[in-house]
């Protein structure tokens, strides 16, 4: 069956630090790839996605995401971290023409 | 503000009794979906319209839930003999058609459910 993996359930950094989270899915074919973040409170929002052409992707806030076929991984990172980053974090990968499949979800806090 | 949305947004009934949720989305999106999200869980698919038609459903969505899309624009999910495992965030998403250069699903805030 297809799913999806992230590695971490729960990570803290400081402000500064860099970020990489992990996500990985099982599936040969054809697959889109999304990263959503969910602020405490508020509803999930689409960070960045990756459809086709280049495998690094750029999104808002100074995130971006690599795509790596032969790994089947879709890892999230940011080179400084801010405060304002604490949230939720969600890889969501769509196999073929499906329906987004979710990962469990990381849930970061950063400190100042 | 991703233009889909849902109410009521917070829902406490009792165990045994029937509720219904309604989602308006994006107003050109001809898909709309239906999630549910528990806490420390990802969200997880139940059903989803293309237009008026409802092409897939999870082997979440048990006999007591019924969604429906009657015009092809907004959609109601109704839980019906509600019990404490149906307590959840229930998400409304929409989208255009996929192509061959994808497609995007944005979410509405969600619809928290309490059965208490």
């Known amino acids: 069956a297809q799913s999806v993996s992230q590695h971490n359930h729960h990570v803290i950094l400081s402000e500064a630090a860099s970020l990489e989270l992990g996500c990985n899915y099982s599936y040969g074919g054809t697959v889109n790839l999304f990263w959503y973040v969910q602020y405490p409170g508020q509803h999930l929002q689409l960070l960045l996605k990756y459809f086709s052409g280049d495998p690094l992707v750029k999104g808002i806030k100074g995130f971006e995401a690599e795509f790596i076929k032969s790994k089947f991984s879709f890892n999230l990172r940011k080179p400084s971290e801010q405060w304002s980053d604490t949230a939720e974090y969600f890889c969501?990968?769509?196999?073929?023409?499906?329906?987004?499949?979710f990962g469990k979800g990381t849930m970061l806090l950063v400190s100042p | 503000d991703t233009g889909v949305s849902q109410n009521p947004r917070h829902k406490i009934t009792k165990r045994g009794q029937n509720v219904t949720f309604r989602c308006d989305p994006i107003s050109e999106h001809n898909r709309l979906y239906w999630y549910r999200q528990t806490l420390g869980q990802g969200p997880e698919f139940l059903t989803y319209?293309?237009?008026?038609?409802?092409?897939?459903k999870s082997r979440l969505l048990s006999d007591r839930f019924s969604a429906e899309r009657p015009k092809g624009s907004f959609s109601t999910l109704e839980i019906q003999r509600t019990e404490q495992g149906d307590s959840a965030m229930y998400l409304c998403?929409?989208?255009?058609?996929?192509?061959?250069?994808?497609?995007?699903?944005?979410f509405g805030e969600g619809s928290w459910l309490t059965v208490v």
């Open positions: 969501a990968v769509s196999f073929g023409y499906s329906t987004l499949t």
């Open positions: 319209f293309q237009n008026e038609a409802q092409l897939e």
């Open positions: 998403a929409s989208s255009l058609v996929p192509t061959n250069s994808g497609n995007t699903i944005y």
